[in-house]
């Protein structure tokens, strides 16, 4: 039986869900490919037929779902933006976030991991960073190169904020660093205040 393209891309787009859940639960080198399509439950031979190999698979995850966060801050108006960014910071820097890596954002789960990988998967990391930052830096202040400078600061706080909460036992600690990078990443952001 020979399927359509639009129930392979489905497919596909599946596998890549779960297996960026799993990948970013357990780090690349933390699952196999086996272990990736029990995610997807999927066999390892429909895997590879869709990818060409794990490393494949990881691309495609940065590809799909890195800044996915932010997505909905593009095409608005700089003050709908800086609004919407300060709900979206809101919600990253939160336990949420922090106690569900396989649910949350894919830089503080697999930027190491990117760092290891091929120049392909760089490549594709680098154009979606360069995206996201050119999604957040109008609702930053300043000119067009500080607003740039000012959303690389801002992504580079927050994922590290989440990084480290993770990395410490859950507590007063973790959300200390959580509740301290919020509080100055919403005064970077013109109009922001926290509630």
């Known amino acids: 039986m020979r399927y359509t393209k639009e129930h392979r891309a489905q497919a596909k787009a599946a596998i890549v869900q779960e297996a960026g859940r799993t990948l970013k639960e357990s780090g690349f080198h933390g699952v196999g490919v086996d ?3 029990a995610s997807a439950q999927v066999t390892s031979g429909a895997l590879y037929s869709n990818f060409a190999n794990k490393e494949a698979v990881l691309e495609e995850v940065v590809a799909t779902q890195l800044g996915i966060e932010f997505a909905g801050l593009a095409d608005q108006e700089p003050a709908v933006r800086r609004r919407m960014l300060g709900e979206v ?15 949350g954002c894919v830089m503080p789960s697999l930027s190491a991991d990117v ?41 580079a706080s927050i994922v590290g904020a989440i990084t480290i909460a993770r990395a410490l036992p859950a507590g007063d600690q973790a959300n200390a660093i959580l509740d301290a990078v919020l509080t100055r990443a919403l005064d970077s952001i013109p109009d922001e205040r926290r509630d």
């Open 35 to 37: 272990g990736l399509a």
């Open 89 to 103: 910071l809101r919600v990253y820097l939160s336990d949420l976030h922090r106690e569900n890596p396989a649910d």
């Open 115 to 155: 760092a290891r990988a091929g120049d392909s998967v760089r490549e594709t990391y680098r154009r979606r960073m360069v995206e996201v930052i050119a999604t957040i830096a109008p609702a930053m202040p300043g000119e067009e190169e500080e607003q740039a400078q000012h959303a690389w600061t801002l992504i």
